[in-house]
């Protein structure tokens, strides 16, 4: 019940196409989903977050949707770019859970010039 | 002004041999964590610490000890270093009220 399953596991688009990563949880309790990006040699930053009350955000080319119900939610970024290019992982945790960010497996994009 | 540091950056020694990396935060957090990645870029929480006080710890072999000598560090002491603890480990944190958490650069520990 803790896990957050992504997908797919790498990805390949053109610039200026449309990157999308999905990732799907168990936990009903989970409240906050966020989505990191990670350069390699380098730590996971922060792209985007959501919490389930809303069931889209936008961030400039970053837009988190979030289904409840389904209990998915997806990465789209827009206009991709080659400077994407990177591993992204979703998250999920829950309130009172200390922090305890439970990751997806990770998807590797890279943007084709 | 780097938010999250941590020193060193790589780490090679042999098994059995017991080591530390550091981990230090300017951002006033008074949460912090270590994850670990493996090989397939898997992360993992291993330890988180509030105030001092060490509030996760996930199935990790005690030969793993997180030191904090004060809310900006968090440092991790690994006994008796074995093959597989080969992995890139990250130091985080955040405040304590909120989920955002931010990382540092990572250390990639090569147990030989």
């Known amino acids: 019940q803790q896990q957050v399953k992504q997908s797919p596991q790498s990805l390949i688009v053109q610039k200026g196409g449309i990157s999308i990563i999905n990732c799907a949880y168990e936990n009903t309790a989970f409240d906050y989903f966020p989505w990191y990006q990670q350069f390699p040699g380098k730590g996971p930053a922060l792209l985007i977050a959501i919490r389930p009350d809303v069931s889209e955000k936008k961030e400039g080319r970053f837009t988190i949707s979030f289904n409840k119900s389904a209990k998915q939610f997806s990465l789209h970024i827009m206009d991709s770019q080659p400077g994407d290019s990177a591993t992204y992982f979703c998250a999920a945790t829950e309130w009172g859970s200390q922090g305890n960010l439970i990751f997806g497996k990770g998807t590797k994009l890279s943007v084709k010039p | 002004d780097t938010a999250v540091s941590q020193t060193p950056k790589y780490l090679v020694t042999q098994m059995g041999n017991d080591k530390s990396i550091k981990c230090e935060q300017n951002l006033g957090h008074d949460t912090m964590y270590w994850y670990k990645q493996d090989s397939k870029k898997f992360l993992k929480i291993m330890f988180s610490?509030?105030?001092?006080?060490?509030?996760i710890n996930e199935t990790v072999p005690n030969r793993f000890s997180p030191k904090s000598p004060d809310k900006a560090h968090l440092n991790l002491h690994i006994n008796s270093l074995e093959l597989g603890d080969s992995a890139v480990y990250f130091c985080a944190s955040s405040h304590a009220t909120a989920y955002e958490q931010y990382f540092g650069p990572g250390t990639r520990l090569t147990v030989t």
């Open positions: 610490y509030n105030n001092k006080e060490l509030i």
